[in-house]
T-cell receptor, first 112, second 114 residues
Framework: DVKVTQSSRYLVKRTGEKVFLECVQD?????MFWYRQDPGLGLRLIYF???????EKGDIPEGYSVSREKKERFSLILESASTNQTSMYLC???????????FGNGTRLTVT | GENVEQHPSTLSVQEGDSAVIKCTYS??????FPWYKQELGKGPQLIID?????GEKKDQRIAVTLNKTAKHFSLHITETQPEDSAVYFC?????????????FGGGTRVLVKP
């Protein structure tokens, strides 16, 4: 079974802090994604990567950056956390276009 | 870009009844439509998907229908069971989108009452 592991289940950070959310997948997938989940808004794509060191902006990239130095690891970075970034963050991976996304269990981030 | 709308936002059904969730999309180039189920405390998991060259697909108690002309697709769950209680998301993807970029609907919280 594909496993996508997010390093933290819950995080509490202060406004202005730099925050790192880590994601690791164990199936050699090419594509990796970071989504943000908010009630009523579904899942919104922040950034994705289709290869090592490659990244593409999603629909809501403002305030975020990403890093993919190794194929299995995709990091989401909040350069200066703000309260409106309080949310559930979901990482996902997939091998090919039109193949299922495999999600991690999410990181619930609270910024106070 | 693509916009996906999903209705209803909440759905309560009696065990054994059917549940239907509807989604519309805006990009006529979209050609892949998956449905995900998210149980409490977990990430979403694919339950069924359909491609634009197919009008209907069925897998046991779940089925998806696609109307490309009207740009809408629906999830049908028959003989609902308590374990069907979850949040369901529809999504759409276009061949024009880089990678495997999906646009998701807002989600439907389904509650199956025993």
């Amino acid at each position: 079974d594909v496993k996508v592991t997010q390093s933290s289940r819950y995080l509490v950070k202060r406004t202005g802090e730099k925050v790192f959310l880590e994601c690791v997948q164990d199936m050699d997938h090419e594509n990796m994604f970071w989504y943000r989940q908010d009630p009523g808004l579904g899942l919104r794509l922040i950034y994705f990567s289709y290869d090592v060191k490659m990244k593409e902006k999603g629909d809501i990239p403002e305030g975020y950056s990403v890093s993919r130095e190794k194929k299995e690891r995709f990091s989401l970075i909040l350069e200066s956390a703000s309260t409106n970034q309080t949310s559930m963050y979901l990482c996902a991976s997939s091998p090919l276009v039109y193949s299922p996304l495999h999600f991690g269990n999410g990181t619930r981030l609270t910024v106070t | 870009g693509e916009n996906v709308e999903q209705h209803p936002s909440t759905l309560s059904v009696q065990e054994g009844d059917s549940a239907v969730i509807k989604c519309t999309y805006s990009d006529s180039a979209s050609n892949y439509f998956p449905w995900y189920k998210q149980e409490l405390g977990k990430g979403p998991q694919l339950i069924i998907d359909i491609r634009s060259n197919v009008g209907e697909k069925k897998d046991q108690r779940i089925a998806v229908t696609l109307n490309k002309t009207a740009k809408h697709f629906s999830l049908h769950i028959t003989e609902t069971q308590p374990e069907d209680s979850a949040v369901y998301f529809c999504a759409a993807s276009s061949a024009k989108a880089a990678g495997n970029k999906l646009t998701f609907g807002g989600g439907t919280r389904v509650l199956v009452k025993p």
